[in-house]
């Protein structure tokens, strides 16, 4: 009797246990943050930002579209982001050095851009610009995540060492130096090389990935060969020596491994 009087309990727990789970709205309000260029999940956002004007011709200006998006729902209305400008770790001078735009999340689009025009001055000859932006919430959304709330761009009209030489380029070209630098950028027909992660390469915006690297690595590596021991003439307008040798005071031979 004690068994029977179990099962109308366990029947009771089972049909429960089945029943359909109900998934909750979001319901932490609209928000907005700065998102990776990848759409690959497992690539994390970078928050710094370069360019260059140099090797790049004439141009006086540059737009810089910063990709941005939503957390919660899609409106059938444009939305506003609001953008401010971190003083601390800003040089830049708006107006002088940029112009920051007012942007929104389009009418039925979960995504959009934060648009700034960067102007070439005689300053970004010598001088590195730095504008660090951040969001803050308005009428429209509050801040997302945390991590990918500030975006910094650096800007300059002068060769400047990548950032990722150090950790990723040097494997590939050796130790660092300006003539190097320069003869990469001449004999590859490149206005600025710099190094993507997996899933982040923009060849438009002279990120190349490893197997690129890597393949310019052979190519550079023949042809310098080839021009220090006279095998081939060098380019037209070509500004080098040969043996090519760094600029600075020890004079060392340029290789590349």
């Given amino acids: 009797m ?18 359909k789970e109900v998934v909750q709205p979001y319901a932490g309000g609209d928000r ?14 970078i928050e710094n930002i370069a360019f260059s004007f140099a090797g790049k011709g004439a141009i006086e200006e540059h737009m810089m579209q910063i990709p941005i998006q939503i957390i919660g729902d899609i409106r059938e209305h ?3 982001v609001a953008i401010t400008v971190d003083p ?20 039925n689009e ?19 610009k730095v504008l660090s932006l951040r ?3 308005n009428e429209f959304f509050k801040p997302g ?3 990918q709330l500030a975006s910094t761009i650096s800007f300059y009209n002068q060769l400047v060492k990548p950032v990722d030489w150090d950790a990723y380029m040097a494997r590939y070209f050796g130790a660092y130096s300006k003539r190097k630098h320069e003869f990469i950028l001449f004999y590859l027909e490149i206005p600025e090389i710099n190094f993507a992660i997996a899933g982040q390469e923009s060849k438009e915006n002279h990120k190349y990935s490893g197997t690129d690297m890597l393949y310019f690595q052979i190519r550079l590596r023949s042809i310098l060969s080839d021009l220090n021991n006279g095998v081939i003439a060098p380019k037209e307008n070509d500004p080098f020596t040969y043996p ?3 600029a600075d005071v020890n004079g060392n031979r340029i290789v590349f491994p």
């Avoid at 601390?88 to 009418?107: C, F, H, M, Q, R």
């Fill in 2 to 19: 004690k068994i029977l009087k179990l099962i109308p309990v366990l029947f009771i727990v089972l049909f429960s246990s089945c029943e």
């Fill in 78 to 80: 444009d939305r506003k």
């Fill in 145 to 147: 995540d945390k991590t």
């Fill in 88 to 107: 601390e770790k800003t040089n830049a001078i708006e107006g002088v050095d940029y112009i920051l735009s007012e942007d929104v999340i389009p009418a």
């Fill in 110 to 128: 979960s995504r959009g851009y934060i648009n700034v025009k960067l102007l070439k001055t005689d300053a970004l000859e010598t001088d590195i």
């Fill in 32 to 45: 907005v943050q700065f998102r990776p260029v990848s759409t690959n999940p497992n690539i994390r956002y």
């Fill in 244 to 246: 090519l040798m760094d």
């Fill in 135 to 137: 969001i803050v919430e």
